[in-house]
């Protein structure tokens, strides 16, 4: 699936927004990308899912994991093309955990889905919940990186698209410096 195809997918549902985003990283950014908005589309989403499972169709991934809420539909999108297992972590108390009775098998082949990588940060938390309960993740993907390739979460990951829109911190951020509030994406979109 070709990069120009995805961000069009995005802006064909409205999902990529224009204003002075709150990301979820704690950065700022003048695009916000709403997956909810493309993923409604089950069709889509198996189509996502299905690209980025290709990528990954001869590394025996035994199991896909995908931080909520944000990863799960991909997550599970991406298991189904591969014939893998799915489940998910979660925050609890602001730390990233393994609940639901998941298990882990010792070893198990682990390839971890997000929707969208910013920073990588909860990816990382997640390869380190999942490492933690024996794991062997040894891949990450996410259907856009938005950290123009930056992103290091320590094992190899590929993304579908890349949104070169800059995220700054909020004191390197022109929107704010003309003071203009930032919107934390789905509290008013
Ligand atoms: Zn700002």
Redesign the pocket.
């Given at each position: 699936m070709r990069s120009e195809a995805v961000i069009d997918a995005f802006r064909a549902a409205g999902a990529l927004l224009e204003g002075?985003f709150?990301l979820s990283s704690g950065l700022?950014s003048s695009n916000y990308l709403q997956c909810a908005l493309v993923l409604q589309d089950p069709v889509r989403a198996e189509e996502f899912g299905r690209a980025i499972a290709e990528r990954f169709q001869d590394q025996g991934i035994e199991l896909v994991a995908s931080p909520a809420i944000g990863g799960l539909i991909i997550g599970h999108e991406v298991a189904r093309a591969l014939g893998a297992k799915f489940l998910w972590t979660e925050r609890s108390n602001g730390q990233m955990t393994l609940r639901r009775g998941f298990t882990i098998r010792p070893n198990e082949r682990t390839l971890v889905v997000e929707d969208v990588m910013t920073t990588g940060g909860s990816t990382r938390e997640t390869i380190e919940t999942l490492q933690a309960a024996g794991a062997n993740v040894v891949a990450a993907a996410s259907i856009i990186d938005r950290s123009s390739g930056a992103a290091d979460v320590g094992v190899p990951r590929i993304a579908l698209a890349e949104l070169n829109v800059p995220s700054?911190e909020?004191r390197d951020?022109?929107?704010?410096?003309r003071g203009?509030l930032?919107v934390k994406p789905g509290s008013r979109v």
């Open positions: 002075h709150l700022h700054v909020s951020c022109e929107a704010c410096a203009e930032a």
